[in-house]
């Protein structure tokens, strides 16, 4: 007997048909297509040693903040895709946005500027003085080798608020410099301008409103090209007039201290201009507050500082690493920014419904940078970095004395004291001995059967290999003692 196919009912074939059709549509079984194990297009993992770094580096900015009399506040990492439109101009465009979700159009914050304008907003703060660390997103093409990606960190501080001119901003620029001493990740410069002197310089230069912004682009490139190249660009690419380029020129490759905000207050073109008067002004009692602060010889006034960001109204500054001379008289190179900020006192009102403006002052510290340095310092000096804080480790001198490492090292935790053990019932002691070296655990708390009888436990330096014994209920104290000294940071 010749079996036949079975027959389905006409729908249940028709319904096969329209599965079949769609499975065509997703293409081959993507399960056994070869997958390329790897990070995103730059992104990265950190291994234990980068974190451990990474921590000793927060750990000093935050501390400085904190200092500063500083809260702490945290966003979504995604924002509603209006509430960062027209915020960043010609960066505008690496912004990351998101798949409709559920009938919101998001992207992932590209600063933590306009979240934080928008918080103030929402809340209907007017006075604040926080900090924010957490990562940003940028469509960038990155140079990960230099410490740029499209996923990082930034730690960022401001203060909002009516206040007397200058003071904040004052502060601001100290955060900075503290900040980037305590690191010491080498000689660094502070570049100061002021928005309103920019847009002032323009004006009398002869370029037109409407090009404001994209010339100040242009600009802000002084740091990385040539003269000749950013006039080029502002000519051949963006239709300024050669003799309007020429004229921003002999301004924007200035640059000095109190001396030629001086000098530029008394220029009969650029004094004339009611913004950049009130920018030059407010530059000069700046440079008063830094003298007391103590880090004038670490501000330099630059007018080809443009920095890019359209919500920028008054001081703008950005710190720069020095890369040491190569003949004796030059000038210090920059090698990179490390940090940077300015005055917004517009942003908030943009997303106010009755448009209050609530002034504010800031700055960001490049940490992924930062990070990169200290990673590259490290490896060059070839020094080991810790990746636990572990005090003691739990050890045994002769077999079957588990149950007593148990009970210690669990007195110890619940003493608050970092401790491990070997996750073995009867470890060698020179295997145990060896795991503090290769770990850096300072002590190693020894027991034995004659430590038991006597009510002592052994403890040993794992550096000088120095013993002695300590009465069972003094070890908690005597721990402490020994590893109270504070970390070195860097």
């Known amino acids: 007997m010749v079996s036949s196919a079975p027959s389905f009912p006409p729908q249940i074939e028709e ?54 009399g500083a809260e702490v506040i945290d966003t979504p990492v995604f924002e509603l895709k209006e509430t960062l439109t027209g915020k960043y101009g ?20 590209y600063d933590l500027t306009v979240p934080f304008a ?48 200058m003071i904040p901003d004052a502060e601001c620029l100290k955060i900075m410099c503290e900040i980037l001493s305590s690191l010491q990740i080498g000689d660094f410069l502070v570049k100061v301008n002021d928005r309103r002197i920019l847009d002032g310089m323009f ?27 950013v006039k080029n660009e502002m ?25 030629l905000v001086e000098q530029l207050l008394q220029d009969p073109k650029l004094s004339q201009n009611k913004q950049a008067l009130e920018g030059l002004g407010d530059l000069k009692l700046l440079f008063e507050y830094l003298t007391l602060f103590g880090i004038d010889d670490k501000i330099s006034f630059d007018l080809s500082l443009a920095r890019g960001l359209d919500y920028y109204t008054g001081v703008i500054y950005e710190a720069v690493l020095l890369q040491t001379p190569a003949q004796a008289g030059e000038e210090p190179l920059g090698v990179g920014s490390v940090a940077a900020g300015g005055r917004y006192d517009g942003l908030v009102g943009m997303f106010d419904p009755k448009g209050r403006k609530v ?44 149950e ?8 110890l935790w ?10 073995k019932k009867n470890p060698k002691l020179l295997n145990q001995l060896q795991y503090c070296e290769e770990a850096g655990i300072p002590l190693v708390a020894i027991i034995g059967e004659q430590e038991l009888k006597d009510g002592v436990i052994k403890l040993r330096s794992v550096t000088s290999r120095e013993e002695v014994n300590v009465r069972r209920e003094d070890l908690v104290e005597e721990i402490k003692r020994r590893t109270g000294q504070p970390l070195r940071i860097c």
């Not at 409709?100 to 992207?107: A, N």
């Not at 370029?207 to 682009?217: A, G, H, P």
């Not at 007593?404 to 007195?411: A, G, M, P, Q, W």
């Open 15 to 68: 319904e096969v048909g329209k599965l079949l059709k769609l499975k065509a549509q997703l293409g081959p079984d993507e399960s056994k297509q070869k997958f390329v194990l790897k990070t995103p297009k730059g992104t990265r993992d950190y291994s234990p040693r980068q974190m451990a770094v990474r921590e000793k580096v927060f750990d000093v900015i935050i501390r400085c903040f904190k200092r500063h």
């Open 90 to 109: 010609e960066d505008s465009k690496l912004i990351y946005d998101l798949k409709d979700q559920g009938g919101e159009l998001l992207s992932l914050r």
């Open 118 to 165: 928008r918080y103030l907003a929402m809340n209907k703060l007017t006075n604040i003085k926080r900090y924010h660390i957490a990562k940003v997103y940028r469509r960038d093409n990155p140079a990960m080798t230099r410490g740029r990606y499209r996923e990082f960190y930034q730690c960022d501080f401001d203060i909002a608020g009516n206040f007397d001119p």
């Open 203 to 229: 004006a009398i230069c002869g370029v037109s409103d409407s090009k404001f912004r994209t010339i100040c682009s242009s600009v802000d490139k002084l740091d990385k090209v040539s003269w000749e190249e």
């Open 235 to 259: 000519v051949g690419e963006k239709g300024l007039a050669p003799e309007v380029a020429d004229r921003i020129g002999d301004y924007v490759q200035q640059h000095g201290g109190v001396s």
């Open 359 to 402: 002034p504010c002052v800031g700055l960001s510290i490049g940490v992924e940078r930062i990070f990169s340095i200290v990673e590259q310092r490290l490896e060059a000096l070839e020094e080991k970095v810790r990746t636990t804080e572990t005090q003691v480790l739990v050890a045994s001198a002769q077999k079957k004395l588990l």
């Open 404 to 411: 007593e490492r148990l009970k210690l090292v669990s007195e």
């Open 414 to 423: 619940d003493a608050g004291i970092k401790a491990e053990l070997l996750y």
